[in-house]
């Protein structure tokens, strides 16, 4: 069973996907992060983990724009090598809507039209959804996101007060990216196999994601929502699920069982454990499949344990991916 999570953001709200005092944030929350948060969240609410937890399948965090769903650009030579005169653009694009992803599984996508229906760089729509668009004007002038850049000062987190050097309080640039005229987030979480009383534990996990946030630097007021919204798959996302191929798009990070991977990129998975006793932990270090990746028929993803070797409790990163059928050409 599949359910679709919509994020409403708060208005004037900010989000930092990122670890540390990085300078930039990611446009994706990824999925092994989303998972880590809802865990958070439902040991707050009922107190101790539930290995279970970890059958349970999160896409990353990606975007919902009117009526268009976006995911992950496919990492398949037609996007990644294309033959146009817009290679440069093309290979920008991070996010397809599922109108995109259609054509392109029935061969009919029109490569040499793409430039005018990019929407700020990382987006492309289909040729239909360009219509239902007009009302914004020329696409150009359409920004789904938004990045600023504030300047923040560096706290001793053991004596909270401002580290020096030099005399000096020490500054750092923090990235933020906003989302722009309406846009939302959305997820998909897959929890077949699980029980329906963990199902209505881990859904109360998911709400809980109103008051706790996701993301960095929730201190200064990012990574909060005004509403989440559990809501039962949209029927296009229900079509595209039912075909049948023998290549998968990952719509999550993935941690590979076997050797079922065709194309992908890899990401480094790691940072800090976050304690009360003890202030920060390094996690050990793991590469991982990203969203987009493309896996044959039989992939199996799993989960590891990235505790540090003088940790007792385990440290779980889920790379369990959720898979849409798809094409490679």
């Known amino acids: 069973m599949m359910k679709l999570v919509r994020l409403i953001p708060k208005e ?42 970890l059958d349970l399948k999160v896409s990353s965090l990606l975007y919902k724009f009117e009526d268009i769903y976006f995911i992950p650009k496919p990492i398949v030579p037609f996007f990644n090598i294309p033959k146009s005169d817009d290679a440069k653009k ?17 061969e009919s996508i029109n490569i040499e039209n793409i430039k005018e229906r990019i929407i700020g760089k990382e987006f492309l729509i289909g040729e239909k959804e360009v219509d239902s668009l007009k009302k914004y004007g020329n696409l150009n002038e359409i920004n789904l996101i938004s990045k600023e850049i504030e300047q923040k000062v560096a706290i001793d987190r053991i004596k ?14 923090v990235e933020f990216i906003k989302l722009n005229n309406g846009t939302e987030f959305y997820f998909l979480v897959d929890y077949d196999g699980l029980d329906k009383d963990l199902i ?43 075909r049948e191929k023998n290549c998968y798009l ?22 800090y454990i976050y304690t009360i006793k003890k202030l920060t932990s390094l996690k050990k270090r793991i590469l991982a499949l990203s969203e987009g990746s493309i896996v044959e028929k039989g992939f199996v993803g799993d989960y590891k344990d990235l505790k540090p070797n003088n940790s007792i409790n385990p440290v779980y990163v889920n790379g369990k991916p959720i898979l849409m059928p798809t094409n490679v050409y």
Do not use: C, M, W
């Open 12 to 53: 004037n709200s900010k989000y930092h996907f990122g670890e540390g005092y990085l300078e930039e944030s990611s446009l994706i929350f990824h999925s092994h992060s989303l998972f880590s948060a809802i865990v958070n969240n439902f040991v707050k609410l009922y107190g101790e983990f539930d290995k279970r937890l």
């Open 90 to 106: 093309i290979k920008k694009i991070k996010f397809i809507s599922l109108e995109v992803f259609n054509e392109y599984l029935d």
């Open 160 to 173: 909270n007060t401002t580290l020096e050097k030099d005399g000096r309080g020490q500054l750092y640039s």
């Open 200 to 242: 209505k534990k881990i859904n109360a996990s998911i709400k809980l994601i109103e008051d706790e946030g996701l993301g960095g630097k929730r201190s200064v007021g990012a990574g909060f929502f005004d509403k989440v919204i559990i809501e039962d798959l949209d029927k296009r996302f229900i079509e595209l699920f039912d």
């Open 250 to 271: 990952t719509l999550s990070t993935a941690i590979p069982k076997n050797d079922k991977v065709k194309y992908y990129n890899l990401i480094e998975i790691g940072g």
